[in-house]
């Protein structure tokens, strides 16, 4: 358990479907990611935000909205997905965005599996 | 440009018998770099963190890795390999500030054999 939930576990959509992805940490970090891990491919990061607000966008399409309402909640809104967008959705964070400092940790949640029929 | 590059896609030993997962790096910037488990169904669970203080960098369950610098690498090394090891790891570059971008290598699968 590293204190970072993701909700669902499991989800399949239809591509003209809006669905969202949550997750919740409360461990107090400021610091919050997207990652998406497919089959075959190494993880790749979606968004950062921190303090709330975006601080980066890798390239990623629009039928992904990020929202951080809050520092303890994420969400990655879904909409009108193609097929190939079928992956594992990680959610992670930590106290800071560099994970290079000291003493500061990324925590990865559990993931979301996402199916796109 | 960044990259990170896992040298074996699988890796089997048998219990008891010493681990290495080779992974080798570019970067321009100093990088930190990690090394992450993910068992399956399961999220990712840091092992160990290198940032420029000693090169050889102990995490947990026994794992330890050296950065060396000349031959831009990083190696995760265990000397007894137990069942419960079984996964699949990653090696993880993080060169440029305030980002927080990681760069991960494709991963290797580490298979115990009993």
């Known amino acids: 358990e590293t204190g970072v939930t993701q909700t669902p576990r499991h989800l399949v959509m239809g591509m003209t479907n809006k669905k969202s992805l949550k997750c919740e940490q409360h461990l107090g970090h400021n610091a919050m990611y997207w990652y998406k891990q497919s089959a075959k491919k190494p993880l790749e990061l979606m968004f950062v935000?921190?303090?709330?607000?975006?601080?980066e966008n890798n390239s990623v399409p629009s039928r992904f909205s990020p929202e951080c309402p809050n520092s303890s909640h994420l969400f990655l809104h879904l909409h009108t997905l193609q097929p190939e967008d079928s992956a594992l959705y990680l959610c992670?964070?930590?106290?800071?965005?560099?994970?290079?400092?000291?003493?500061?940790?990324?925590?990865f949640g559990e993931g979301s599996w996402l199916t796109v029929v | 440009a960044q990259s990170v590059t896992q040298l074996d896609s699988h890796v089997s030993v048998s219990e008891g018998t010493p681990v290495l997962l080779r992974c080798n790096y570019s970067s321009s910037y100093s990088p930190s770099l990690f090394w992450y488990v993910q068992h399956p169904n399961k999220g990712l669970q840091l092992l160990l963190k290198y940032t420029s203080a000693a090169t050889l960098v102990k995490g947990i369950n026994g794992f330890e890795a050296e950065f060396k610098k000349s031959e831009t690498s990083f190696h995760l090394t265990k000397p007894s390999a137990h069942m419960s090891d079984a996964a699949e790891y990653f090696c993880?570059?993080?060169?440029?500030?305030?980002?927080?971008?990681?760069?991960f290598g494709q991963g290797t699968t580490l298979q115990v054999k009993p």
């Open positions: 993880v570059l993080y060169g440029s500030s305030n980002t927080g971008k990681l760069i």
């Open positions: 992670a964070s930590s106290h800071q965005v560099d994970p290079g400092a000291y003493g500061n940790t990324i925590y």
């Open positions: 935000y921190s303090l709330e607000e975006r601080v």
